[in-house]
């Protein structure tokens, strides 16, 4: 399997302000060997190493990242922590795996809470209540029959109407909500860089600057950088929407990768706040299918959503016009924000699988490639699980996560290109039509 690493979109996030992208660790170089190599320097790498090096502290392990600890999307995301209950599987896997993997997405929250406990470092991680914003009439109907499921699976949930989701942030948008309270939101700069600090504390050996061009399979793996080997009994790969565009071969047909956007206000005065009328930290997305993602940060409203297909991952162009959308769609959700600046915006690459869930599970002939990826958009809560999960994979301890969602592999490929683009280009119209056809069908 080999792999090259053309330039991708820099990461220009608002975070950065607390990730080191300057002092780094020294590159690999020369021929190396550790009993687990992991790949890529986000959630999901660095928590699975945290995790191997607490359960076996005897063992060596080594993690390499092609260009800093955040570059990737755990360094740019908009930190919401937020799980999904998957009702739309429990007729083909049943309600004990579905309910199980919820159950172990909410714990999430509290695996965050215990690295940060034990490696001494605070990523502004807050419980807070999360919506799911009701625009239309139609997703009114969504909502009930969404919570009548969850309820069926003893998920009880909390339905809103406009008077009650009014009472806790004013928009002439919002029509009702359904609330999940077991969300949570963090800082994604400061948690990336907080488990850098605690891999670093259990001893794992990390390499910045270093990308893998190619991982040669064997009883041990070989994987390959430009001025360095290292071989070892397991690879992990945690690259996500990277995998597609780090060409290593692996599991690449299995989720596509997009961009997704962001925008941050400057702060808000107290009186404008007022207005907006956010009572607390909640954060929300709505509930059209190509929606928005929202919360706040500071005294400012962090604002997320639209989506790109771009090839290989490099800094995509057009990009003025999506953010004007956004920006419209910020304007068009809280009219009392005209004539506030955008001090930031950004984007950075999600992956999406074909059911919008995540796949992990092992590949190659040995069994001996782990990897986790396709978290949809989830995968502050989802890396961090997808990382607990790798470690106890590697160290052969699958048989806790026997009922989980994630570990199926009956996954369908994806189509190859161009197909791929052509199959996402047709969903994404008829997403977007759906999503106009509820809106007309609101105002007749
Ligand atoms: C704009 C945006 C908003 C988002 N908002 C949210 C949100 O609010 N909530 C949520 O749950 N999720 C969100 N996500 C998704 C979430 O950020 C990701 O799912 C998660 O960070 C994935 O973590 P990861 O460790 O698997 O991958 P990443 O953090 O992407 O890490 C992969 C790393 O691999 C490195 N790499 C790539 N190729 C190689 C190579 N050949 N050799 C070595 N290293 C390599 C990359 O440099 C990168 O650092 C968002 C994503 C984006 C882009």
């Given amino acids: 399997m080999t792999g090259s690493n053309a330039s991708l979109a820099p ?56 260009h800093y ?33 919820y159950d172990q997405a909410v714990g999430a929250v509290d695996l965050i809470e215990q690295i940060a406990d034990e490696a001494g470092f605070d990523c502004e991680l807050e419980r807070v209540d999360n919506f799911d914003m009701a625009f239309y009439p139609a997703h009114l109907r969504r909502i009930e029959k969404e919570w009548a499921e969850c309820r069926e699976q003893g998920v009880e949930l909390e339905r809103l109407g406009r008077e009650e989701i009014q009472a806790s942030i004013h928009s002439p948008r919002f029509m009702g909500a359904l609330l999940t309270p077991q969300a ?8 990336v860089a ?50 597609q565009a ?68 490099s800094s995509p162009s057009g990009v003025e016009k999506i953010y004007g959308r956004l920006h419209r769609e910020l304007l068009d959700t809280f009219p009392c924000l005209e004539g506030v600046s955008i001090s930031h915006r950004w984007c950075g690459p999600v992956a999406i699988s074909w059911r919008k869930t995540p796949l992990i599970g092992r590949a190659g002939k040995n069994r001996n490639i782990h990897y986790a990826l ?31 969602v994630y570990l199926e592999d009956r996954m369908l490929p994806l189509p190859p290109e161009p197909f791929r683009f052509l199959g996402f280009q047709g969903s994404y119209f008829g997403m977007r039509l759906m999503d106009a056809l509820e809106r007309w069908s609101g105002l007749m």
């Fill in 11 to 66: 990461n220009d996030s608002f975070w950065m302000e607390a990730i080191d992208s300057r002092h780094l660790e020294p590159p690999l170089q020369g021929k190396h060997e550790a009993d687990v190599v992991l790949v890529g320097g986000g959630y999901t790498s660095l928590v699975a190493a945290y995790f191997l090096k607490k359960l076996r502290p005897e063992i060596e392990v080594a993690l390499l990242e092609a």
């Fill in 69 to 101: 600890i955040g570059f990737g999307s755990s360094g740019r995301n908009a930190g919401i922590v937020i799980q999904e209950l998957h009702t739309d599987r429990v007729n083909d896997l049943g309600s004990k795996k579905v309910r199980f993997t």
């Fill in 184 to 191: 949570a939101v963090l800082h994604p700069g400061k948690y």
């Fill in 194 to 243: 907080g488990l850098k600090k605690a891999v670093k504390q259990v001893a794992v050996r990390l390499f910045e600057q270093t990308p893998v061009t190619a991982v040669r399979e064997g009883a041990e793996v070989e994987v390959v950088t430009p001025e360095g080997r290292l071989r070892a009994r397991h690879v992990v790969l945690g690259l996500n929407a990277y995998n």
């Fill in 246 to 313: 780090s060409r290593l071969g692996v599991v690449r047909d299995r989720a596509v990768s997009l961009f997704s956007f962001i925008i941050l206000t400057e702060p808000l005065s107290n009186d404008l706040w007022k207005e907006v009328g956010w009572s607390g930290r909640q954060c929300y997305s709505d509930l059209r299918r190509v929606s928005n993602y929202v919360r706040v940060t500071g005294n400012r409203i962090l604002f997320g959503g639209r989506v790109l297909y771009h090839f290989g991952l």
């Fill in 374 to 404: 396709g978290y949809s958009g989830l995968g502050v809560c989802l890396g961090t699980l997808g990382g607990r999960v790798l470690a106890d994979l590697v160290l052969g301890e699958d048989r806790r996560w026997d009922d989980l």
